[in-house]
């Protein structure tokens, strides 16, 4: 979840990166939700999200809905 993060810098960015990757090296997949406009804008403008293992959720409540396989 990420409703209080406001902005993204360069050195968040790698670290999410490099969070991503040490999670798939142990098949784990890393989901975000609520992603904020301005930091939305700056993953797009990386190319962090065609790296993420997951999906970008809207809200918390639709990733849990979809990861748990309850579809609203």
Same mark, same amino acid.
């Given at each position: 979840?990420?409703? %209080?993060?406001?902005? #993204?810098? @360069?050195?968040?960015? =790698? ?7 040490? $999670? %798939?090296?142990?098949? #784990?997949? @890393?989901?975000?939700? =609520? ?7 700056? $993953? ?29």
């Amino acid at each position: 979840m990420c409703p %209080a993060v406001n902005r #993204i810098d @360069l050195s968040a960015l =790698e670290a999410l990166e490099r969070i991503n990757e040490h $999670l %798939a090296e142990q098949e #784990i997949t @890393l989901h975000m939700s =609520e992603v904020k406009g301005p930091v939305m804008d700056a $993953l797009q403008r990386s190319d962090f999200l065609h790296h993420l293992t997951g999906q970008v959720y809207l809200s918390q409540h639709a990733a849990d809905l979809d990861l748990r396989g309850r579809r609203s």
